[in-house]
C-alpha cells in the first residue's frame, strides 16, 4: 500500500500540465466564445484540429486505451490514466483534444475487444487517429432503460442484412458532423433468455433510415458540437457482418464497455471538483461582504474544507477502482466500479454547488465553467446507470457478502 | 388560527386554475418550443398580448399589489395572494399573463409607494396596464452586492440632472423589447453614513449611455425574452425629477420592495416543486424496471413522501409568513421573510432534483419543465440576497431574542 | 386561514408557562440528579405527587383528552392542546405532572372510546386520576413489530378466559411500581384475514405469568421510574370480559389510538428543539474561541437560523394535522399524521445535535438536557412506527392521489 | 500508488482477527453485561488481565507506538497499524487487551518523546507493561478549550514546586483505579507569547488536592471503568521535575500528541462503521416485514451501498494520511490529518445511524454495540478538537494553497 503518485504518473502530469498552460488555457475563453453562440451550433471549433496534431505530436494521445491493448494501446494502465483524465476534467472539451473523449473512447475499446478485423480497419483505426467521431445509441425515450433488458429497438436479420428499427435518445456526440459511425443495441431476439436477447450492430451514421430528429438540451445547454442526439432508426439495413461479436451478445459487450468509461468520467468529474475548489478558494480570497473577505467566515472556511475532504476521498476511491482493474480485471471490480459511479457525480455536484454559490450570480452564469461542470456532473447521475440502479445492485452484493 | 384555506381563496384558486386549463396549458409546449428557439431570442411569444388581455378581462390582473395600496389593487391580501402566485409558478413564463410577474412587480409596488405623481403618470401607469416592461439595476459584477453597500455605481447630482456611471448585470428583465423603464440604484453620497450613500433613480431604457452589453445565461438558459442583461451606464443623464423619494433612501426603498418580492418568488417555487412533486409520482406510476412498476420501490416511495413532507411545510411557512405581514407589516415579519427566503429555494431545489432523477434523461432534457424549474430555483438561492445573507442575519436576530 | 394562536391558547399557554417556571423549574436539577442516580432506579421522584395536586387544582390536567370525549375531557381540541404539549416537551419528565404522558394517555383513549363500563370503572377511572400508571404490550423482539400482522403474541380462548402467550420488549412505563396495568395485543385467530387476526385484552400488572425480565437501556438511559421493559407472557390468564371491543378488533383500535398519540409525541419534540435552541443561543452569546464569541462565527449563526426555518415548519405541520384532525377526525388525516411522524423527529435531532455540538462536551454530558432529548427524538424515528412504514405508506397515498 | 495491503498487514490483520475469534468474541457478552452493571461501576472486568497477558504472550502489545521510537516500539509504521486498530474498533473495550487505548497511548508517546529519563522510568515503564493507566488533563468547563489558549489552570512555580490551580472535566480515564499518573496542561505564565503560555506537568493520581467531583455519563453512558473525569486541582504541587520538556512547551507538545491519536481514533472508527454494516446486511437478510425480506426493499439496498460508498472512501483517506505521516512527519500532514478527524467521526454516526435505524428498537437497545459505538462516535467530533475547529484551520490552509 502507497499512496503516492509514482514518478512515471508525476512526470505525465506535468507534461500534460504544462501542455494545458501553453496551448489550452490561454484559448479557454475564444473556445467557449465559439461553442456557446448558438450561430456555430453543430460546428467544431475551428482550431481543434491544430490543437489534436500538437497534442499527438507530444504523445499525448489515445492515452485512455489501457496497456492491456497491446500494440494499439500507448501503454498505461487505468492507474496512470486516472490522474491524467483528471486533469483534462478541469476543461469540459479538452478530453478530444487527446482522443479521450466519450462516447469515442468506449467504442474504441468495444472495437478493439470485440470487432473483426474489417470493422476495426473501417472504423477504429480512423477513430484511433481522431478523424472521425463515433456514438453510441442506447437509451430509448419509451422504456426505462437503465434497465437494458427493457430497449425495444429491433434488430432483424433478413437475408445478408439487418434491419433495424426504433427510436434512440440521448446520443451523445450524434450531431456532431464528424460523427460517422453508431454503435446500436437492440433486440434480435425478444424470446432468448433475459440477458441474450440484446445484440451490438454498427450503423453508418449515413445510412438511409437514420434520422436525426432533433438535439436535445441538458438544462439550456447543447453542448455543440457534439449534442445528444434524439434519432430515429426507420428500416435502417446494415450488411449481416455488421454484427459485433453475434448475436445475444449485446448484454456482455455492454458491460465490458461500461468499467472503464465509468472511471473514466469519475476522474473528469474530480477534476471539475477540484478545479471548482481552486476556483471558490481564490473568489474567497477576495471578495469582500460586511466589512471582512469572504475566506474569514467560518462557514465560507467549512464549505472549503469539506469539499477538500470529498474531493480527496472519492480521488482515492477512484484510483483505488483503477489499481483493482488493473489488477483483478473489471468483473472482480464491479463492486468498486458501482461506488466510484455512485460517489464521484454526487461528490462533485456538492462541490460544484458551493463554489458556484460563494461566486453569487457569477457563479450561475457563463463567466466560470462552474454552470456547465454542475449540468455535467448531474448528467452523469442518469447516464451509464442511474444512481439507484448501481446502488441496487451494490446494496445486493454487500449484503450477500456479509449475510451468508 | 385555522390552517384551511378561506372561501374567498378556494374561489379564486379554482377560477385561475380554470384559466389555466382553458388558456395555459393547450399551448404550453407551443410557448416553450418558441421561447427555446434561439431564432426567437428577445421576442416575446406572439400569443402573449391575447392572454394578458383574456386574463384582464377575467379580473385576474396585478393581483399581486396588496390591498393596502387602496384603488389600484384588486384588493387581496399578501395570505389571499399567496396560493395564486403558486398555481402561476407551474409554469415559468405565466405570471407575466396576470402581470405579476418580477421585476415589474417589485418595480411597480415601488412606484406605488415611494414614486411622484409624474412618475406615477409616466411610468406606473402602463405598467400596470401590462403596456410596457421594467428592470431593476441593482447587482454589479465588481463587488458583493449581496452587501449592498458595496455597490459602486454613482449617481451624481450636476445642475438639474443626475449622471450615472457603473456597470450593472443580472438585470433581469433588461433584454426585453417591451422594457422601457429601469429603476437603478447607485451612489449619491460615498461619504453619507453608511445606510444613507445610495438613492435610487428612473432611467428610461433608451437614454443616451446605457448600453446593453450582453445577456447571461443561466446554466445554459437564456430566459428569452425577458433575459438577464449586463448594462453599462456611461454617463447617462437624467432630469434630477427622475430621484425617486430623496437622495440616500435608496436602502430604505429596498428594504420596502424586497419583502413582498421574496414571497412571491417563494410561493412560485413551492407551485414549480407541487408540479414536480405531481410529474414524479405520474413518472413513478408508469415506468417499469427490473420488473417493478417504480411505485412499488420503497426508495421511490421515500423521495416522493419526503417531498409532500418537505413542499407541505414551506408552503405554511411562507403563508404564514405573508398572514403576518398583512397584520404586522413588512418590518416585523423580517425573521419570517428570511426564513421563507432560506427554505424555499432549497426545497425546490430538493424536490426538483427528485423528480428529475426518476424521469432518467427526460428530467434534464427539454420534454419536461423540470430542469429550467431547478435553474429558477438555483438562482433564488442567490437573487434577492444569497442564502449566507439571510442566515447572517436571522441568526444573529435569533440568538438576540434568546439570549438577551 | 390564520396563524396567530387564538386568545384562549395564549392564555393557557401563559399559565403553563407560569406553572413551569413557580413550581417545574426550581426543582428541575433535584429532579434530574435524583432520576440518573442508579440507586433511585424505578423509584419516582417523591415530589410528584404533590405537584400532580398542584396542577390538578390548577385545572392542568389531563389537557390532552380531546373535546370531543365529553364529559371526561376538560375540554380542548388537539389544536388548542398541542401548543401546550410543546411546553411540557420542554422537559422530559413534566408531562406526568399533567397526567399526560404515554403511554397513559394513548391507554386512556382506547379505554375511553372502546372500553366496557366495567374497564372504565376499574382502570380508566384511576388513570384518568393519576392514580396509576398503566403499559402498552405491542412490540416483539422476533419479529418486525412495525408491520403488525407480524405479532406473535397467542391470545387463546379456554373456557371463560383469554391464554396469552408471547414475549413483548419496548414496553414503556412498564417498570414503574405505580405500573398496575397493560393492554396486550397479540392474536386470537392467526387463520383469519390479515387485519383481524389481532385483538386487545387487559392484563393486570400483578397476572401470574406475566414476568419482567429486564429494563432496556436506550442509548445507556433507563428513563426511570418509568422504563422500557422486556416482559414474557407465559400462560398469562384473564377473565374473557378483559378483551378489548371484542376479537379481531386490535388492528382497529391500533389505528385509533396512533393518530393522537403521534401528534402529542411530535409536539413535544418541537418543545425539545425550541428549548434546545434557546439554549445553543444563549451558548452562542457567551463563549469565546480565538477571539471572537461564538455568535459572531457566520457558520454558528447559520446553524442557529436554520433550526430556527427547521422548527417553525415543523411546529406549523403539525399544528395544521391537529386542525385537520379537529375538523375532518383522525383517518381523513392520516396523510398529514405520517407526515409529522416523519418530520418531527429528525427535525429534532438535527436541532439538538447543532445544539450539543455547540456546547462542547458539556452538550454530550449529563449537565443539559440535549443528550436526553437527543435520545429521546432518536427513538421516535422507530416508536410508533419507524419512519420508513410511514414513508412507504404516504408515499403509495401520495402517488395514488397524483397519478390517476 | 497502491492499493493493496501488504503481505505483512495482510499477516497481523490475520492473526489478530484469529486473536479476536478465540479469546475477545467468546466474553464479548460477559463483558459487556459486567460493564454496564451499575454496581460494577468503576471496576475493571475481572478477566482483562489475563487477556492482556495473551496478548503480550502473542506479540500483539504496544502496536500501535510507531517504528520511529525505535527500541520501544514493536517496529510498525502508522500505515502499518491502522488497520490493525480499525479491528481492534470493532469492540469498544478491546484496544485495552492490546495496551493500545486512549489516552494511554498518546501519553506514552509524550513520555516516550518528551519525557526525561526519570519519567520514562517513573511511568513510561510501567504504561508499556500495562501495569498502570494514565489520564489526560486539559478541557475545563469554564472556556472552549478547543481553542487551547483560552485552558486556564495555573501551574506557578513556588521554589522546587509548582503549583497547580484549576478545574478539569473530560478527563478520560480519570475514573479507573489503575489510573495513577496524569498529565496536565496549564498556563505557567499568561503574559507570555500566545502559544508559550501553556506548559505540562506529571501529577500523580494521589497527589493532595487533586480531586475528582464526579464521573460525567455521554449520553447515558458512563464507559466504565475508564470514565469521564471531573476533577478539582485545589493547590496541587508536585516537584518542579515534574514538568515536561520546559515551560512554554505545552503547546508543542499537545501538537505533537495529537496527531497519531487522532487517526487511532480513526481507524476505530472505521471498524466501528464497518461492524455496522455488517450487523445490518445480516439483519437486512433476516427480516421481513409487509411480505418482502428487508434486503428486497430498495430503500434498504441503498442505505446499505451509500454505507460501503462512505466507509471504503474514509478508508482510504485514513490510511492515505497514515502514509505521508510515516514518509513526511505528522507536521506536513497536518492537513490530511485535520482531514481524517473531520470525515472519520461523521461518517461513522451515518453509518451507524442507518444500523440502528434497520435493527429497529434493538438498534438503540443493550442487545447490539449500536447505541454505544454511536455514542463514541459522537464524542468524537468534539473530542481532539471539534469540527469546526479543524474546519476553520483546513478551510484557511487550503484557501492559502489555491490563492496564493
Redesign the interface.
Known amino acids: 500500500?502507497?499512496?503516492?503518485?509514482?514518478e512515471k504518473?508525476k512526470k505525465l502530469q506535468q507534461k500534460l500540465t504544462a501542455f494545458f498552460e501553453e496551448h489550452i488555457l490561454p484559448v479557454e475563453e475564444e473556445v467557449n466564445t465559439f461553442l456557446?453562440n448558438?450561430d456555430n451550433?453543430w460546428k467544431p471549433w475551428p482550431g481543434m484540429e491544430d490543437l489534436k496534431a500538437k497534442a499527438k505530436a507530444a504523445g499525448l494521445w489515445n492515452l485512455f486505451l489501457p496497456k492491456s491493448y497491446g500494440a494499439l494501446s500507448p501503454g498505461l494502465t487505468n492507474?496512470e490514466y486516472a490522474p491524467l483524465a483528471e486533469i483534462m476534467g478541469r476543461i469540459l472539451w479538452s478530453s478530444e483534444i487527446f482522443n479521450c473523449s466519450a462516447p469515442d473512447t468506449g467504442n474504441m475499446e468495444v472495437l478493439a475487444k470485440y470487432g473483426s478485423p474489417e470493422h476495426q480497419k473501417q472504423w477504429l483505426e480512423p477513430l484511433m487517429n481522431g478523424e472521425i467521431r463515433s456514438a453510441f445509441l442506447m437509451?430509448e425515450?419509451q422504456?426505462?432503460?437503465?434497465?437494458a433488458t427493457?430497449i425495444e429497438t429491433s434488430i432483424i436479420r433478413e437475408g445478408d442484412e439487418y434491419v433495424i428499427n426504433g427510436t434512440k435518445?440521448?446520443s451523445s456526440g450524434g450531431m456532431n458532423p464528424d460523427c460517422k459511425i453508431a454503435i446500436v443495441m437492440g433486440k434480435t431476439d425478444p424470446d432468448a433468455p433475459r440477458h441474450q436477447q440484446q445484440s451490438m450492430v454498427l450503423v453508418p451514421m449515413d445510412t438511409p433510415g437514420l434520422k436525426i430528429i432533433r438535439p436535445?438540451?441538458?438544462?439550456?445547454?447543447?453542448d455543440s458540437p457534439e449534442g445528444?442526439a434524439e434519432i430515429v432508426l426507420d428500416n435502417v439495413r446494415v450488411p449481416k457482418e455488421n454484427l459485433i461479436l453475434g448475436e445475444g451478445r449485446g448484454f456482455e459487450i455492454a458491460q465490458g464497455r461500461l468499467g472503464p468509461g465509468r472511471i473514466h468520467h469519475c476522474m473528469r468529474l474530480i477534476g471539475m471538483a477540484q478545479r471548482s475548489?481552486?476556483l471558490m478558494?481564490?473568489r474567497?480570497?477576495?471578495?469582500?461582504?460586511?466589512g471582512k473577505t469572504?475566506?474569514d467566515?467560518?462557514?465560507?472556511?467549512?464549505?472549503?474544507?469539506?469539499s477538500?475532504?470529498d474531493i480527496?476521498?472519492?480521488r482515492?476511491?477512484t484510483?483505488?477502482a483503477a489499481?483493482?482493474m488493473d489488477?483483478l480485471g473489471n468483473k472482480a471490480s464491479k463492486?468498486?466500479i458501482?461506488?466510484i459511479k455512485?460517489?464521484a457525480p454526487n461528490m462533485a455536484l456538492k462541490v460544484i454547488d458551493r463554489a458556484?454559490?460563494i461566486h453569487?450570480?457569477?457563479?450561475?452564469?457563463?463567466d466560470t465553467p462552474l454552470?456547465?461542470f454542475?449540468?455535467a456532473a448531474?448528467?452523469l447521475?442518469?447516464?451509464d446507470g442511474?444512481?439507484?440502479?448501481?446502488?441496487?445492485q451494490?446494496?445486493?452484493s454487500?449484503?450477500k457478502?456479509?449475510?451468508?
Open positions: 500500500m502507497n499512496f503516492e503518485y509514482s504518473i456557446y448558438p451550433r492507474l437509451t425515450p422504456v426505462a432503460s437503465s434497465d427493457n435518445w440521448w436535445l438540451s441538458v438544462f439550456g445547454f447543447y445528444h475548489l481552486e478558494s481564490k474567497a480570497a477576495e471578495r469582500i461582504a460586511f469572504f475566506k467566515y467560518s462557514s465560507i472556511r467549512q464549505e472549503i474544507a469539506q477538500q475532504c480527496e476521498q472519492a482515492l476511491l484510483l483505488s489499481d483493482k489488477k463492486d468498486l458501482a461506488m455512485i460517489v458556484m454559490q453569487g450570480g457569477k457563479g450561475v452564469g457563463p454552470a456547465h454542475f449540468v448531474r448528467m447521475r442518469l447516464a442511474p444512481d439507484e440502479v448501481h446502488m441496487y451494490l446494496g445486493k454487500v449484503i457478502k456479509y449475510a451468508e
